[in-house]
């Protein structure tokens, strides 16, 4: 049996690799894909979604969704790392924007035609998301589950010392998410970042006689090399894949119900990913929080999943 999902994103490297991965999953059935403003501006991310699509050319064409700027101006964007396009520099042309309907409106209508159906998996700010919920009060207790890329159990964080970027660029929507009524599941880096890749992963990738591989290959080496010349690291992250593998290999996590909330207001601490772990907690746990990924099965995982997207294109 297929899962649907819907894959809310801010392309982005590893959000790339994600879609490639979840595109060929036969679990899956990706109902939409739908762009939100993060690693680059709004614009770009939506281009970005059409660009991967249309290289991938899957065999079932999911309905796209157009970002627009969160409403808090943002601090930072993912630039550094995932180059000015937020695809490593490749410049993919995309002829013009066709689908133009936003993103929460996408979101709406799909959890709607589906009730209880859907997983939303949230792979960049929570902005399309909160937005789908205020426009529709009803629909939080009618998504399956969201599968939130995001935060930090105990680990620090990539965008200030204590921020996860996604919490961190829309903290508020980021609140509004957290504080609903849906079914959630938070994958946060203390587990994204124990899946660590290296250059074996890079070389493995499908070749480029596939057009996953020729995706790929264009954008993976330039990650490999940010948190190399960034980081000093021999290794790189791909975030948003280990939040699709809980998804579909929920089995290679640990994790634990948990309280969790988000601060909005610090002038340190925006963004930061608060756990209630007291003892004698008065706060109800509202969200299953993953803690722990069987690191070596994970990438081997990818791996597998990546070949057969090469084999399907
Ligand atoms: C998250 O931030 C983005 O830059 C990545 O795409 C990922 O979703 C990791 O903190
Ligand atoms: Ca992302």
Same mark, same amino acid.
């Given at each position: 049996m297929t899962r649907k999902v819907i894959i809310d994103c801010d392309p982005g490297i590893d959000d790339a690799v994600a879609l490639t991965l979840a595109l060929f %999953?036969?679990?899956?059935?990706?109902l939409a894909v739908t762009a939100s403003a993060g690693n680059v501006s709004a614009e770009q991310a939506s281009r970005n979604v059409q660009a991967i699509i249309e290289r991938l050319d899957p065999p079932r064409l999911p309905r796209v969704g157009t970002a627009t700027a969160a409403d808090d101006q943002p601090y930072e964007d993912g630039r550094r790392m995932n180059g000015e396009d937020g695809l490593?520099?490749?410049?993919f042309a995309v002829s013009r924007l066709h689908h133009q309907h936003l993103s929460e409106k996408v979101i709406c209508d799909a959890v709607r035609a589906a009730p209880n159906e859907i997983t939303i998996l949230c792979l960049g700010p929570l902005t399309n998301v909160a937005r789908a919920f205020q426009r529709d009060p009803d629909l939080p207790r009618m998504v399956h589950r969201l599968i939130i890329m995001g935060g930090s159990f105990t680990a620090v964080g990539n965008v200030t010392p204590v921020a996860e970027f996604n919490i961190y660029y829309d903290p508020l929507s980021a609140q509004c998410v957290f504080r609903s009524a849906a079914t959630k599941t938070l994958v946060p880096l203390d587990v994204t970042r124990q899946v660590a890749l290296t250059l074996d992963f890079v070389e493995a990738l499908p070749p480029e006689t596939t057009r996953a591989g020729l995706l790929l290959r264009r954008i993976v080496p330039f990650l490999f090399r940010s948190f190399h010349q960034t980081m000093g690291q021999e290794s790189f992250y791909l975030h948003d894949t280990v939040a699709l593998l809980a998804a579909t290999q929920p089995e290679l996590f640990e994790s634990r119900e948990m309280a969790g909330e988000v601060e909005t207001a610090g002038h340190l601490t925006r963004g930061m990913t608060v756990f %209630?772990?007291?003892?004698?907690?008065p706060s109800r746990p509202n969200m299953e929080v993953m803690t722990a990924v069987r690191a070596d099965a994970a990438a081997e995982t990818l791996l597998r999943g990546l070949e057969r997207s090469g084999l399907q294109t």
């Open positions: %999953d036969p679990q899956l059935e990706v490593g520099n490749a410049g %209630d772990r007291r003892p004698l907690s």
